[in-house]
């Protein structure tokens, strides 16, 4: 299957400092990225929808300003943490979209865990 | 709307035996795509199996098969001769296809699944 990485794998900051996450599609083109968040033993929730060249679509009660998102390229999304408090630790993953016929797999990174302290 | 149901928080199964995981969902759009996807304790979301909604025979790959009954709007999971490296949990999610109304990626609850030796 198609592969998507995440730099970093894991990271630990301190309260207040940004946090940029990176997420590549490494053999296809990814004309959507999604961004999902996950607390522990919880399912993963969307958090914003990356379209290649355009502004990026955040769900519901995700704050656009403290969750920055870049989709420069067709291969490379990223997810800037601002500002970031402890109630932001977290797992985030992103997803990245491919056409294999009609079926639109969605394949996704390793995941990135945060921790602020 | 749409919503993803799993009702089963956990499981056990021996190996070598056979195991259903549920799902149930529900939707508004006429074209859709089910999906499983296993987490593993380090995080990675792997891509099991996919169903369209107007796929006529239930998937299968490998090991892995879905029991797609449309009427009845369940898409469980089924894992013939478990092994140890089957625990995990495992996720079933949805989205609409084909331009459908709402096309991003929702998750059920998750299964967390122990089999035993």
């Known amino acids: 299957g198609a592969v998507v990485s995440q730099h970093p794998s894991r990271v630990i900051c301190k309260s207040g400092t940004s946090v940029k996450i990176e997420c590549r599609s490494l053999?296809?083109?990814?004309?959507?990225m999604f961004w999902y968040r996950q607390f522990p033993k919880q399912s993963l929730m969307l958090m914003a929808t990356?379209?290649?060249?355009?502004?990026?679509?955040?769900e519901q009660g995700v704050e656009k300003d403290k969750f920055l998102i870049n989709h420069a390229s067709l291969t490379l999304s990223t997810l800037t943490v601002t500002s970031a408090h402890p109630e932001d630790s977290s797992f985030y993953i992103c997803?990245?979209?491919?056409?294999?016929?009609?079926?639109?797999?969605?394949?996704f990174g390793p995941g990135t865990r945060l921790l602020v302290l | 709307a749409q919503k993803i149901t799993q009702t089963q928080p956990g499981m056990f199964v021996q190996e070598k035996e056979a195991v259903t995981l549920d799902c149930t969902y529900d939707?508004?759009?006429?074209?859709?795509?089910l999906f499983w996807y296993k987490q593993p304790s380090s995080g990675e979301m792997i891509f099991l199996i996919y169903?369209?909604?107007?796929?006529?025979q239930n998937a299968t790959e490998g090991r892995y098969s879905l029991n797609f009954q449309k009427a009845r709007k369940s898409a469980n999971l089924v894992i013939s001769a478990s092994q140890l490296g089957d625990s995990a949990m495992y996720f079933c999610?949805?989205?609409?296809?084909?331009?459908?109304?709402?096309?991003?990626?929702?998750f059920g609850t998750g299964t967390l699944l122990a089999v035993q030796p």
């Open positions: 169903q369209g909604s107007y796929d006529e």
């Open positions: 999610a949805m989205r609409g296809i084909y331009g459908g109304a709402t096309n991003k990626l929702i």
């Open positions: 939707t508004s759009d006429q074209s859709y795509g």
């Open positions: 997803s990245a979209r491919t056409k294999a016929e009609y079926q639109e797999t969605q394949y």
């Open positions: 053999d296809f083109q990814a004309t959507t």
């Open positions: 990356s379209n290649e060249g355009s502004k990026a679509t955040y």
